[in-house]
């Protein structure tokens, strides 16, 4: 805990504000993966390598900037990879460790730019997510987009907005947002984002968990829709991440999730 009190209060000192609990979520990430990085490796790998097959994918002469969206700290990201391929990097998240920042400058041709992708945070409980989004505005900036890798990063989007619309966080927000009207929008949000990778205009690979479940000595427990009940209806790599081993999460419950990996949304819809 002490470790990651201070890696959090090195971020804050360094300027790096965290409205929303973003940056509170990497360092939680960053003390999991220290203490799990054996059995996330496997994940984190073929993550990875589906990203830069699918960037090594792209023409040569079509090889000028590359967004990564929700890289966090970088272990499903290969970044060194894709800073030799493209002109630009541009890394796209709420908020960045020093490290991360540190990282980027020394490669030269790797941005970091703070976002909302959802275009949802702050906004008030009763305005539906439209196209506008945070990632159509990120690509309209973007006239040179070649490239894009949405990184572990489609199931979580849907946790923050809901999260911003808590009322000690809204203080405003009309009382009792029925559970109804949150799982909506958190549906919303997902679809928002799949439909935003296929208007991009180039490749743009996904990596996100679908499905989570939570075993017993071998035996399903329970299992969760990470997705909010939207089928991606896309064709690609199936695999297991091995996230939180007994003891983690719950005395005597193994959690794992499968996740989905696809190389080019546009090209594998169903």
Request: with cysteine.
């Amino acid at each position: 805990m002490l470790a990651e009190a201070l890696k959090y209060a090195a971020a804050r000192l360094r300027g790096q504000s965290d409205p929303y609990g973003h940056l509170a979520q990497q360092v939680a990430i960053w003390a999991r993966h220290k203490r799990h990085s054996a059995v996330w490796q496997p994940h984190l790998t073929r993550a990875k390598a589906l990203a830069l097959a699918s960037a090594r994918a792209c023409p040569e002469q079509a090889r000028r900037t590359a967004l990564v969206m929700g890289p966090g700290l970088l272990l499903d990201v290969p970044l060194d990879e894709l800073s030799a391929l493209f002109q630009t990097v541009v890394l796209a998240d709420m908020a960045f460790v020093p490290e991360v920042r540190a990282r980027a400058a020394r490669l030269g041709n790797v941005q970091t730019l703070e976002v909302d992708l959802t275009g949802r945070l702050g906004q008030r409980p009763d305005v539906v997510p439209d196209a506008a989004s945070g990632l159509a505005q990120v690509a309209a900036d973007l006239p040179e987009l070649d490239f894009a890798y949405s990184a572990n990063l489609l199931s979580q989007l849907p946790l923050f907005a809901l999260d911003a619309l808590k009322p000690e966080r809204a203080p405003d927000m009309a009382p009792g947002m029925k559970q109804e009207r949150r799982a909506k929008l958190a549906a919303e949000l997902v679809r928002q984002h799949l439909d935003g990778l296929k208007a991009l205009g180039c490749p743009a690979c996904l990596v996100t968990d679908v499905t989570e479940r939570g075993l017993r000595q071998g035996v399903v427990n329970y299992e969760a829709d990470l997705l909010f009940g939207v089928q991606p209806g896309l064709t690609g790599e199936s695999w297991i991440w091995d996230l939180a081993p007994d003891g983690e999460a719950v005395r005597g419950l193994d959690v794992e999730r499968v996740v989905l990996g696809v190389s080019d949304v546009r090209a594998a819809t169903v």
